[in-house]
């Protein structure tokens, strides 16, 4: 993992998150996690503490054999939860990962500039032409 300048961290059962320069929100989800609903909305509540109201990037880290019911990847694109979000790097370590983050981003319709990556620095180069600050 890159070293990056952290301006808070929270974590939580099934990711943390941390804030950094340019309102870019890194979210990392733990190995072998399975994410639901309830743990989305923890993700959302978490990065609104974060950021309020401002514009931001997500760069999602991908847990390695990590997975995403079909309800909270439903959820996660609904307008109110992604208001303000400027852009979307999903970093990936499997190729089941790509199949099933390249099917969200053309299916859902992720509602701001969204691609999948192999590696964060990948990911962070990208999203700093969408960069942000408080």
Known sequence: MPVKETLSEIRLAKASLQLLPG?????????DAHIELEDIRQIQEAR??????????????????????????????????IRNRVALAIV??????RIIGNFFVKSHQPGTP??????????????????TEK
């Open 23 to 31: 309102n870019v929100v890194r979210i990392e989800v733990y190995k």
């Open 114 to 131: 969204a691609r999948i990556f192999n590696s964060e620095d990948e990911a962070i180069k990208w999203l700093k032409k969408y960069a």
């Open 92 to 97: 990936i370590s499997s190729l089941a990962q």
């Open 48 to 81: 609104e503490k974060m950021v309020g109201n401002a514009p931001y990037s997500i760069l999602n880290i991908a847990g390695k054999y990590s997975n995403i019911t079909t309800e909270a990847r439903e959820y996660a694109v609904r307008k109110e939860v």
